[in-house]
């Protein structure tokens, strides 16, 4: 269960948007959405804080944020 201030993992953050996994990964690599590795060096695990994840959904274009 999360609640507003906990982290969210990749899918989470997908799920809570109704998107793809591979829009936040992409996200994520191009630097556009803030997360934070706490996997190791070989095999990543992200966090995104909802707020930043908030503010990630309001920058797209109003047809990516509804895909």
């Given at each position: 269960m999360t609640?507003?201030?906990t982290p969210l993992?990749?899918?989470e953050a997908a799920q809570h948007l109704g998107i793809?996994?591979?829009a936040i990964?992409?996200?994520i690599e191009?630097?556009?959405l803030k997360a934070i590795?706490?996997?190791?060096?070989?095999?990543a695990h992200w966090?995104?804080?909802p707020a930043d994840l908030e503010k990630w959904r309001a920058s797209l274009p109003?047809?990516?944020a509804a895909k």
């Open positions: 609640t507003l201030d993992s990749i899918p793809g996994l591979g990964r992409a996200a191009k630097g556009d590795n706490i996997g190791t060096k070989g095999r966090r995104i804080s109003t047809n990516e």
